[in-house]
C-alpha cells in the first residue's frame, strides 16, 4: 500500500537559517508525484511544489527546494533563509499517475516553528 | 482569482443531525475531493469525484455519503451526525490527472465541525 511518512512531529528553526523538513515515501508505482503542502494556522492548504519521479534535476520553487532520492524514496523539502511567516503546518504528499484520479495521499505532517 | 469555496468555516451540530457541508470551485475543475483532517492523522481522503454524478469512496467513507450533480458543486453529507466525525473538512479540486505532470490539488478553508 502506498504510504506518506513523515518522522518529525515538530521542527524548531532560528530565523534566517535554513532547515530541512524529512519525508519517506512507499509504492511500487513506478510513476508518481510528490508535492508539499504548507498550512498556516488560518487553515488553507498552500501549494509549495512539486517532483514528478521521472524529473531528473530537484524541483526549486524560491525559498523552497525539494531533495529528491528516489533510490531512498525520500522527498525532503529545504526551506532557506526562514522567515517567520514558514511558521505552519507542513506536509508531504503522494499522487500515483496509475489511475488513481488524481487523489492526494498525504503524511501526518511536521509542525515547523520559526524564532526570531 | 481562482476560488474553492466551503459555504461554512464553523459548524456546531447535535449528534444525529443530518449535515451538509457545501464546495464550489470555479476553475472548471473536473476532479473533486473531500478530505477529513484530526491532529496527528494528517488528511484523510473521505471520498472524491471526477465527473458529474460519478464518486468514488476513499479511505475513510463510513458515515459519508457525497452528491455531485454540477460540475462545480461537491456536497458532503453526514447522515446522522457523531461526535467521532467532529473534524476539519477540507474540499479540495484539480484538473483530470494527466499521465505526468503536476496535477496540484487547490484547497478551501476548511469547514470545522463540532458534534455535541
Known amino acids: 500500500a502506498q504510504k506518506i ?3 518529525q512531529p515538530g521542527m524548531f528553526v532560528q530565523e534566517k537559517e535554513a532547515v530541512t523538513l524529512d519525508c519517506t515515501y512507499d509504492t511500487s508505482d513506478p510513476s508518481y508525484g510528490l508535492f508539499w503542502y504548507k498550512q498556516p494556522s488560518s487553515g488553507e492548504m498552500i501549494f509549495l511544489i512539486y517532483q514528478g519521479s521521472y524529473d531528473q534535476q530537484n524541483a526549486t520553487e524560491g525559498r523552497y527546494s525539494l531533495n529528491f532520492q528516489k533510490a531512498r524514496k525520500s522527498a525532503n523539502l529545504v526551506i532557506s533563509a526562514s522567515q517567520l511567516g514558514d511558521s505552519a503546518m507542513y506536509f508531504c504528499a503522494m499522487t500515483l499517475y496509475g489511475g488513481s484520479q488524481g487523489n492526494l495521499i498525504f503524511g501526518k505532517g511536521t509542525k515547523l516553528s520559526v524564532k526570531p | ?46 471520498y472524491f469525484s471526477y465527473d458529474v454524478k460519478m464518486k468514488e469512496k476513499g479511505d475513510i467513507p463510513e458515515g459519508y455519503s457525497v452528491s455531485r450533480e ?15 466525525q467532529t473534524s476539519m473538512y477540507l474540499c479540495a479540486s484539480s484538473l483530470r490527472t494527466a499521465s505526468s505532470g503536476a496535477n496540484v490539488l ?3 478553508a476548511g469547514s470545522r465541525l463540532t458534534v455535541l
Open chain 2, 1 to 46: 482569482d481562482v476560488k474553492v469555496t466551503q459555504s461554512s468555516r464553523y459548524l456546531v451540530k447535535r449528534t444525529g443531525e443530518k449535515v451538509f457541508l457545501e464546495c464550489v470551485q470555479d476553475m472548471d475543475h473536473e476532479n473533486m475531493f473531500w478530505y477529513r483532517q484530526d491532529p496527528g492523522l494528517g488528511l484523510r481522503l473521505i
Open chain 2, 106 to 108: 487547490t484547497f478551501g
Open chain 1, 5 to 7: 511518512t513523515q518522522t
Open chain 2, 70 to 84: 454540477k460540475k462545480e458543486r461537491f456536497s458532503l453529507i453526514l447522515e446522522s451526525a457523531s461526535t467521532n
